[in-house]
């Protein structure tokens, strides 16, 4: 406090430097929803009117308010499974995949132990979703470790063979006795409470509170000093003892633990069941709101509300407009565009 | 070349430099590393412009932009690291290089011209090879071809030899004599002096930058060369000699017959024996990639040998990982600390503390005690007389400062063994005393060292028993009293092997 009078700046707000790092993903947004208007005009709609829909409707009401916070919840938990293995250098692709295997290890759970009470099920089911993710990343990051192979490519080659992996399961095994396309309905204790009667379930205080351990364990502890070592220069943290190897193993397994996680809760939170192809992207969207948020925890939160917001607002043009989904897709693009090409302008008011 | 300086941030690489090349004369450039050998002829190149000075050519003042101009005035550079694209064969890699390459290639053409050039100088090689498929020797034939087919008429040569087996270096010679004969000029830039013995017309030495001599063949001798090559440096301090008798204790480090694998353009350790006594500074001397780095790094457990077992206080470190020696009580300050010892993003404090996290963890690991860092590193400067500030990133320090941290922080432990590769490189001349006085100290309360260094007046003044590596062997192990610059020169340039070896 005392600093910011001794310079008496005009602006004394501006002074923050988290809030300048808001107003400036602000501006790169309008500048996507711009972007994204000129597509609207083009294709004949109306981009106010439709842009009024997409608010009122996911800001403007509890119930729309709710179905962001649930489009939420997984990508806080992806983006969380990429930001983590970037720590170190390690560029995870592979959200997707581990995401699948995640979700299959947890229903594997449900269906095993169907009789076992919730509070005892659920953990097992969480356990069993993370270890599943994470024996997916232990094959990219075992390699990357020997010298073999390039996380980034094995990371992103594994993720079409998870869902193969998923139909195997429902398809030979899973299904129920009436659709081949999933497995029966979970049972009441498999599945993640929820809340207010929305179909906000506990994944997403699960994935807040990831967040908050995040950043606790990155500035205060031991590992997060070593991990941090490595990312900056990894070369002398292996020649100042740190056992480089161990760390890029075990980070690319704990990632691929959180984006598992972000499958159990989407399998038991949200659809109570296991879908064939339930994730579309998931993984990918995770990817990118890591990349857009910098890693940083409150940049996740805030950029997967965001996309959040998008993504349900599409849905709902959709509906009202006439507007086909793939063209929220393009909004999507705008907006990563936008914040990659990061314009110099913007970036000048940084302090 | 007439007058040509060259500075860079902190160094002046080149000091009013005259340089005359003919034609039909094989001109050696000889000096130690960081003598400014390269420099200036990347100068001629066109890869550095010089600050001042000037270039002539046939009498004629000319500028070099770059390696284009210097094309264009008939002069090519083989580099140490080769230019060319492993996945053409040598005919497309030649063709690329050629000053006017047509829309449509000459196949039969160029297959015919390389024939030629290749049968005249004795540079066999089947044009359809396929680059990635040649040896080391190979592809630089490729490179020599490459600019004789781009009608160089100057070739310039980095340390054409270096990687080269014995008989492949024969063979070179014979290439380059030819060229001699046939009008050619050729610099040879060397630090082996055997070979400029062997093939050079002209001799200039370099040193710090400055010419320290120019002499035809037929004027010098060994003794001539090395005197130039190594003179003392003034001013350089001294710290006095305290001879602890070596006490009858176990070696602090131990190799026995240590081999290791090269990878790339590393030298391969061969066959080493060493000691390292505790109260004993044993110094490595060398010119740079004979081995020096790789003996480190295989100390630290970074490298691992293929043959050979390493003792580490006592007990076989043959396997063990780099943290399991650090924690044993073994300090490490590598030749590049930006590079190799530090992680520019971090505050210098939090520099200091990743080589121990352990020590300074506090509820299991899950915080860190930074006063703790903070008392350690207090009472580590105060020792050294040092001073640097804590609490900035790394990156903004300058080298010395840079230096000074890693030292203050290898030093905290108390380290039983200390491994150090230049450890005064960028120090001022008081933190250099210091540092000195640091290790020396080290040294008396019971410590090993094992000191790699360039500058043998240095290595002289510091070690208490001395070995030079060449070509990753141990070719001399001396009592410091016992022998001379001369003597080391000797060795570590190979002229004394290979007068033994004939």
């Known amino acids: 406090m005392l600093k910011t009078s001794e310079i008496a700046p005009r602006f004394p707000i501006l002074q923050n430097k988290t809030i300048i790092l808001g107003i400036r993903y602000f501006f790169m947004i309008l500048v996507a929803f711009l972007l994204f208007g000129i597509i609207l005009v083009i294709s004949g709609k109306d981009p106010l009117q439709s842009y009024k829909d997409i608010f009122t409707y996911t800001l403007g009401s509890t119930y729309g308010f709710s179905e962001v916070l649930v489009a939420m919840i997984p990508m806080l938990l992806t983006a969380l499974a990429v930001a983590l293995p970037a720590r170190v250098g390690l560029i995870n692709v592979g959200g997707e995949g581990q995401l699948y295997i995640g979700a299959a290890f947890a229903t594997f759970g449900a269906l095993t132990f169907s009789n076992l009470p919730a509070w005892l099920l659920l953990p097992i089911m969480i356990i069993l979703g993370m270890l599943g993710g994470a024996l997916w990343a232990f094959i990219p990051g075992y390699l990357k470790s020997i010298g073999l192979v390039n996380e980034t490519i094995t990371t992103l080659l594994l993720n079409p063979v998870a869902p193969k992996i998923i139909g195997f399961l429902i398809f030979g095994f899973w299904h129920s006795p009436m659709d081949t396309v999933k497995t029966p309905n979970f ?71 959180i984006a598992g996680l972000a499958g159990m809760s989407q ?58 989904y793939s063209v929220i897709n393009l909004l999507l693009a705008f907006t990563l565009f936008v914040v990659l090409a990061r314009p110099n302008l913007i970036k000048g008011k940084k302090v | 070349m007439r007058g040509i300086t060259k500075a860079f941030p902190g160094v002046l690489a080149n000091d009013q430099i005259n340089l005359d090349i003919f034609a039909s004369e094989v001109h050696a450039l000889l000096g130690e590393n960081g003598a400014g050998k390269s420099t200036l002829m990347k100068i001629l190149y066109g890869f550095y412009r010089l600050d001042s000075g000037q270039i002539l050519s046939n009498g004629q003042p000319v500028t070099i932009q770059s390696p284009h101009d210097a094309r264009a005035l008939k002069m090519g550079m083989v580099f140490q690291d080769f230019s060319l694209i492993p996945a053409l064969s040598v005919m497309e890699n030649l063709a690329l290089f050629l000053p006017r390459l047509p829309a449509v290639l000459d196949v039969k053409g160029i297959n015919q011209r390389i024939r030629e050039v290749s049968e005249r100088y004795g540079l066999d090689i089947n044009p359809e090879a396929m680059v990635s498929q040649l040896s080391i020797g190979e592809l630089q034939k490729v490179e020599i071809l490459k600019l004789l087919l781009a009608d160089a008429r100057l070739l310039i040569l980095d340390e054409p030899t270096r990687v080269l087996a014995p008989h492949e270096v024969q063979a070179l010679f014979k290439v380059i004599d030819s060229l001699k004969k046939d009008g050619y000029a050729i610099v040879l830039i060397t630090h082996k002096l055997k070979e400029v013995l062997e093939c050079a017309d002209r001799i200039t030495i370099l040193r710090g930058g400055r010419v320290a001599g120019t002499l035809l063949r037929s004027e010098v001798d060994e003794e001539g060369l090395i005197s130039l090559m190594f003179e003392k440096k003034l001013g350089s301090p001294i710290v006095t000699h305290k001879r602890v008798s070596p006490e009858k204790a176990a070696p602090l480090l131990e190799l026995r017959d240590v081999w290791t694998h090269a990878e790339g353009l590393e030298t391969s350790l061969k066959g080493i024996d060493l000691k390292v006594n505790p109260g004993e500074i044993v110094g490595v001397a060398g010119v740079s990639g004979n081995g020096q780095k790789e003996l480190g790094d295989v100390a630290m457990g970074l490298i691992h040998c293929s043959r050979g077992k390493k003792f580490i206080f006592n007990q076989d470190f043959t396997d063990k990982s780099i943290q399991e020696v650090r924690m044993s009580g073994v300090a490490f300050i590598p030749e590049n600390p930006l590079t190799l010892s530090i992680a520019p993003f971090m505050t210098v404090l939090q520099n200091i503390a990743i080589t121990r ?116 062997k141990i070719v001399g192990n001396f009592r410091p009293e016992d022998t001379n610059v001369y003597e080391i020169g000797h060795l570590m340039t190979g002229s004394e092997v290979e007068h033994v070896e004939n």
Not at chain 1, 212 to 218: A, I, R
Not at chain 1, 301 to 320: D, E, H, K, R, W
Not at chain 2, 385 to 404: D, E, H, K
Request: proline fraction near 2%; hydrophobic fraction near 50%; glycine fraction near 12%.
């Open chain 1, 267 to 324: 399998v038991s939170g949200f659809y109570g069941v296991l879908l064939l192809n339930f994730s579309m992207s998931l993984g990918y969207m995770g990817f990118m709101v890591s990349w857009l948020a910098g890693g940083e925890p409150l940049g996740i939160l805030l950029m997967s509300f965001v996309i959040a917001v998008i993504i349900t607002g599409g849905n709902l043009l959709q509906l009202t407009r006439g507007v086909p």
């Open chain 2, 357 to 472: 996290t352990k020590k300074y963890a506090r509820l299991g690991g899950l915080s860190m005690d930074w006063q703790a860092v903070q008392a350690d590193v207090d009472r580590s400067t105060q020792k050294l007389g040092f001073s640097f500030p804590l609490y900035i990133l790394a990156r903004s320090l300058s080298g010395g400062n840079l230096q000074r941290m890693v030292v203050a922080r290898e030093m905290i432990d108390e380290p039983r063994l200390i491994i150090a590769s230049y450890l005064t490189r960028g120090l001022d001349v008081q933190s250099t005393i210091a540092a000195r006085q640091a290790l020396v100290q080290a040294r008396d309360n019971g410590a090993g060292v094992l000191l790699i260094l360039e500058d043998l007046e240095e290595l002289l003044a510091l070690s208490d028993c001395l070995i030079v590596l060449y070509t990753g």
């Open chain 1, 187 to 257: 049972v009441a204790a498999a599945r993640l409470p929820t809340f207010f009667g929305t179909r906000i379930h506990l994944g997403l205080i699960i994935g807040l509170i990831m967040l908050v351990l995040f950043w606790l364990f990155m500035k205060y502890t031991r590992w997060g000093l070593e991990m941090r070592a490595i990312g900056n220069n990894a070369q002398a943290a292996r020649r100042n003892g740190i056992p480089l190897k161990k760390y890029l193993i075990v980070v690319m397994c704990i990632g691929g633990a």
